[in-house]
């Protein structure tokens, strides 16, 4: 079946960037409309939604990371893009990518395996 796969972690200092990177398999975001989010899981912390992209570009960010991270998507739509800034030491997080089919509303249907950031002070 259909499952997504998250790349681009790593360990920087604090102030620096990543790109993470989000793609489907057995799964298409080219067709349909479908919302896909970025999620943490930070230690001590509750998992949260960071930042959201719909089919149609519509996007929405969470308050920790608004105006540092960047959500997008190619223009082929086969591939879903989170760019970290000027990463915080409390970024440091497992993130996951998930894959709604319709709206950003809707429940999550795949999950990714998770990719590794961590920010050093």
């Known amino acids: 079946q259909a499952w997504l796969v998250e790349s681009g972690g790593g360990s920087v200092q604090a102030g620096g960037s990543l790109t993470l990177s989000c793609v489907a398999s057995?799964?298409?975001?080219?067709?349909?409309?479908?919302?896909v989010g970025w999620f943490r899981q930070a230690p001590g912390k509750e998992r949260e939604e960071v930042a959201a992209i719909d089919s149609g570009g519509s996007t929405n960010y969470a308050d920790s990371v608004k105006g540092r991270f960047t959500i997008s998507q190619d223009n082929a739509k086969t591939r879903v893009y989170l760019q970290l800034n000027s990463l915080k030491p409390e970024d440091t997080a497992i993130y996951y990518c998930?894959?709604?089919?319709?709206?950003?509303?809707?429940?999550?249907?795949?999950w990714g395996q998770g990719t590794q950031v961590t920010v050093s002070s």
């Open positions: 057995g799964y298409t975001f080219n067709s349909g409309s479908w919302c």
């Open positions: 998930a894959a709604r089919l319709g709206s950003c509303r809707a429940r999550v249907l795949l």
